[in-house]
């Protein structure tokens, strides 16, 4: 009987595909809803709602157009030539080479051709709901952020360094729940007759998500860092419950008991509906979720972790010279040649 709830549970939570009906997916040879292939979730549209929306969830054409056209600007603007008389400026942002390392994120998501103010979609507002009084602690691991927040540390050692910062994982891409970040917001899903694999090449994450009934009991111990994902086929949609997550994984600081189901319907050629449904009952009094489209991408790209990376490199040069007593604890210069 338990078992039969789960199952039902996430199906009464999400809305009806009532504009993708008149869609029928493709199969692949083993009879799966065809989903495989390189996906893009990148978009102006923000995960939380930005409180100047309320409770809107679709955007005007004058908003889209205010905002696409910004980002166009912008991108033109990142792309522009640099001239080789100019000179090295007085000041400069560490960042990529231009505009096509961070991705061409230019335009507003659309959920069945709406454009969307959230990928939230309830509560009301698009936004992650408000703690619970009693609630257990917001952690404060460098492991639990995904970039530096001041309750970890004064950022000056090896030691407050984040999670994706030490490419350990980066929870915003790989999920659950999958949410776009500035660049290279590319996934590359797989499927088999046992299993579906999502390969999200920042910081080289792949999630396998075996076509079971059951979670893994030693899940409960071992607690992965994308957690215990299970999935199943309903229609032509593909299902995945994930539990057990690990303790230092960042999701809004939620505990032990957080559940995350996820919907992949594929609605056009070049459209994949997600939707997800976040249940914890330790720090939310209700269930809250969402949905956004993927659509196809070129591929892909590499993501060469600390690359380059000297910050990272010369705070653990530090923080080894200190262990050593070569430099004072107190001291957080690296040392001239």
Same mark, same amino acid.
């Given at each position: &009987?338990?078992?039969?709830?789960?199952?039902?549970?996430?199906?009464?939570?999400?809305?009806?595909?009532?504009?993708?009906?008149?869609?029928?997916?493709?199969?692949?040879? &083993?009879?799966?809803?065809?989903?495989?292939?390189?996906?893009?979730?990148?978009?102006?549209?923000?995960?939380?709602?930005?409180?100047?929306?309320? $409770?809107?969830?679709? &955007?005007?054409?004058?908003?889209?157009?205010?905002?696409?056209?910004?980002?166009?600007?912008?991108?033109?603007?990142?792309?522009?030539?640099?001239?080789?008389? $100019?000179?090295?400026?007085?000041?400069?942002?560490?960042?990529?080479?231009?505009?096509?390392?961070?991705?061409?994120?230019?335009?507003?998501?659309? #959920?069945?051709?709406?454009?969307?103010?959230?990928?939230?979609?309830?509560?009301?507002?698009?936004?992650?709901?408000?703690?619970?009084?009693?609630?257990?602690?917001?952690?404060?691991?460098?492991?639990?952020?995904?970039?530096?927040?001041?309750? #970890?540390? +004064?950022?000056?050692?090896? +030691?407050?360094?984040?999670?994706?910062?030490?490419?350990?994982?980066?929870?915003?891409?790989?999920?659950?729940?999958?949410?776009?970040?500035?660049?290279?917001?590319?996934?590359?899903?797989?499927?088999?007759?046992?299993?579906?694999?999502?390969? %999200?090449?920042?910081?080289?994450?792949?999630?396998?998500?075996?076509?079971?009934?059951?979670?893994?009991?030693?899940?409960?111990?071992?607690?992965?860092? &994308?957690? +215990?994902?299970?999935?199943?086929?309903?229609?032509?949609?593909?299902?995945?419950?994930? %539990?057990?997550?690990?303790?230092?994984?960042?999701?809004?600081?939620?505990?032990?008991?957080?559940?995350?189901?996820?919907?992949?319907?594929?609605?056009? =050629? =070049?459209?994949?509906?997600?939707?997800?449904?976040?249940?914890?009952?330790?720090?939310? +009094?209700?269930?809250?979720?969402?949905? @956004?489209?993927?659509?196809?991408?070129?591929?892909?790209?590499?993501?060469?972790?600390?690359?380059?990376? @000297?910050?990272?490199?010369?705070?653990?040069?530090?923080?080894?010279?200190?262990?050593?007593?070569?430099?004072?604890?107190?001291?957080?210069?690296?040392?001239?040649?």
């Amino acid at each position: &009987m338990k078992a039969r709830l789960l199952l039902i549970a996430p199906v009464v939570a999400f809305a009806p595909l009532a504009f993708a009906q008149d869609y029928e997916p493709p199969r692949n040879t &083993m009879g799966q809803p065809d989903i495989s292939g390189a996906w893009t979730n990148e978009s102006l549209t923000r995960f939380e709602r930005s409180p100047r929306y309320g $409770e809107r969830l679709v &955007m005007t054409p004058e908003e889209v157009a205010q905002l696409e056209g910004g980002a166009d600007q912008r991108w033109e603007a990142a792309n522009a030539p640099t001239d080789p008389e $100019e000179g090295a400026p007085e000041f400069a942002r560490v960042g990529g080479y231009n505009a096509y390392w961070v991705g061409n994120n230019n335009r507003v998501g659309r #959920v069945g051709g709406e454009p969307r103010t959230s990928h939230i979609t309830y509560p009301a507002d698009g936004r992650v709901p408000p703690r619970k009084a009693d609630a257990p602690p917001q952690q404060t691991s460098p492991l639990q952020t995904i970039f530096f927040t001041a309750d #970890v540390g +004064d950022l000056e050692s090896h +030691d407050t360094r984040s999670g994706a910062e030490r490419c350990i994982f980066w929870p915003s891409h790989a999920g659950a729940v999958m949410r776009a970040a500035a660049y290279n917001a590319n996934y590359q899903i797989t499927q088999g007759a046992d299993a579906v694999a999502i390969n %999200i090449e920042t910081i080289h994450d792949t999630r396998i998500i075996p076509l079971t009934r059951e979670h893994n009991p030693a899940s409960t111990v071992t607690r992965p860092w &994308m957690g +215990d994902s299970i999935g199943w086929y309903e229609d032509d949609t593909l299902v995945v419950e994930t %539990i057990n997550f690990h303790p230092d994984q960042y999701f809004y600081y939620a505990s032990e008991d957080l559940k995350v189901t996820e919907r992949f319907t594929r609605v056009a =050629d =070049d459209r994949l509906l997600y939707q997800f449904h976040v249940e914890d009952p330790q720090v939310w +009094d209700e269930p809250w979720g969402g949905e @956004y489209e993927f659509t196809t991408s070129d591929g892909v790209h590499e993501y060469a972790c600390h690359e380059g990376n @000297y910050a990272l490199y010369n705070a653990l040069r530090i923080g080894r010279m200190q262990d050593a007593g070569v430099i004072s604890a107190d001291n957080t210069q690296a040392p001239r040649d």
